[in-house]
């Protein structure tokens, strides 16, 4: 099964079992990591707020224009920010990294 890597915001790195096709937030709530996705993925807020890991951001596919909109009222934004709603779990991605914004 494919694995994925959450840091936290105390720094802490968590590698969990990432089953294909589940969200990014998906994947956080089965293994109780602190993503609050509160309007249930359906692209109406930015609380489910990742930062990619850099080497990871490249292969990940393009926020649409929505996603970008959203994620304007994120906090602590970067360049490599995403919504973990929109990014589902694929082979491609086997070992992808993502920060948890340090406030939200």
Excluded: N
Aim: net charge negative.
């Amino acid at each position: 099964m494919p694995k994925m890597v959450f840091i936290e915001t105390d720094g802490t790195r968590r590698e969990v079992d990432a089953p294909l096709g589940l969200s990014i937030l998906e994947i956080a709530r089965r293994h109780d990591i602190d993503l609050e996705g509160a309007c249930e993925g359906s692209l109406a807020c930015s609380t489910c707020h990742v930062v990619i890991t850099p080497e990871w951001y490249d292969l990940l596919p393009d926020a649409d224009e929505d996603e970008e909109d959203m994620l304007d009222l994120a906090f602590g934004l970067t360049k490599t920010s995403r919504l973990g709603c929109q990014i589902r779990m694929s082979e491609e991605l086997d070992g992808l990294t993502v920060k948890l914004p340090g406030s939200r």
